[in-house]
């Protein structure tokens, strides 16, 4: 599925799949009130009494996704100074027969 927005007054073109993935990253899980599993724990990798790999990060994050229906093809890291980056190339799953739930 494509959506569709104007931005800047241009048409702007982009896979649904892509938006689905940056809310999954982006939501704080428990936030949502009909969807309270939707989204990743991010209060759990902030609190400063723990500290976490940015490897167990990313893969909680691809579990994540891979939970909500994308698939993670690649996951690439870029670190700054003070933060790092992480780009996600995704699409939907494909769903062919009965899947168990």
Known sequence: MIDFEIVDNKPVFS???VHKAANVVTTQEGSLYYSSAFGID????????????????K????????ENGVNVL????KNNILESIFNYVVQMQEQKGF???
């Open 59 to 66: 893969s909680y994050s691809v579990q994540k996704l891979a």
């Open 99 to 101: 899947v168990a739930q």
């Open 15 to 17: 896979d649904t799949i």
């Open 42 to 57: 991010l209060n759990r990798f902030f609190d400063p009494d723990v500290e976490i790999q940015t490897e167990t990060f």
């Open 74 to 77: 690649e996951l690439t890291q």
